[in-house]
């Protein structure tokens, strides 16, 4: 949606509700990153126009911003798809077939790590561990744990997520 910023400039994104999280942390000190996250969970990524808003609205650099946006892993710089997959890779997962499974992820999806189907369904984020050891292999769609998969498993629950849309 558009609107005009607090610059003036005509804007890609409605920032009223980041304008509340700015007014709420204005002249808290070390809140950038709350700040950061409120904004990722208003637009589900960080658009470098979000970044350059917080910058101004902060007055900060906007390589200061990004610089502390890209130092973290919690944040995205892309749209994630309605449905974010993250497939463990951790040590037990690796070991108990985690590769048949992103495997069988990208043979249903045609994505890879990182990647978002062209339907903007579904987003692959394979991680280094999802703390789930004993359901290995593991993953998480949207906070909800899958364990103990198998390439058929994997299909079926994304055939399933697929008829619900």
Not at 71 to 84: A, H, I, W
């Amino acid at each position: 949606m558009c609107c005009e910023n607090k610059c003036g400039e005509t804007a890609r994104y409605d920032y009223k509700e980041l304008d509340k999280a700015l007014d709420e942390y204005k002249g808290v000190e070390g809140s950038l990153i709350t700040i950061l996250q409120k904004a990722q969970d208003i637009y589900g990524y960080l658009p470098r126009e979000g970044i350059e808003y917080v910058a101004r609205a902060l007055k900060l650099k906007p390589a200061k911003v990004y610089g502390v946006a890209t130092f973290y892993t919690q944040f995205r710089f892309e749209p994630v798809g309605k449905y974010l997959i993250m497939l463990c890779k951790g040590t037990a997962c690796h070991v108990n077939g985690a590769k048949s499974i992103e495997d069988a992820i990208f043979d249903e999806l045609e994505i890879a790590d990182g990647e978002t189907t062209k339907d903007e369904l579904f987003t692959l984020n394979c991680v280094a561990c999802l703390g789930c050891c004993s359901l290995s292999p593991v993953m998480m769609i949207n906070g909800e744990t899958y364990g103990l998969l198998t390439g058929d498993k994997v299909r079926e629950i994304i055939k399933e997520l697929r008829i619900e849309n």
